[in-house]
């Protein structure tokens, strides 16, 4: 019949499971400031609208 370990093993396998997924993780990105590209695709989409309500509807009063 298997034993319960004791404190002191219970240990050392929560040190040894937490050191292997430390060793194991994938390396952390650089996170590079700018824009995402989901942003930049909103961002593109608003000026090509508002170029086109502008261009349709009277010009200049519409862009701010």
């Known amino acids: 019949m298997p034993h319960s370990p004791s404190e002191e093993e219970a240990v ?34 608003g000026v090509s609208a508002k170029a086109g309500v502008a261009e349709r509807e009277g010009g200049d009063r519409w862009l701010s």
């Not at 993780?25 to 590209?37: C, H, K, L, Q, T």
Request: cysteine-free; hydrophobic content about 50%.
């Open 12 to 45: 050392a396998i929560a040190t040894a499971v937490e050191r292997f997924a430390a060793d194991t993780a994938p390396a952390a990105e650089e996170r590079r400031p700018g824009v995402s590209p989901w942003q930049r695709a909103a961002l593109v989409e």
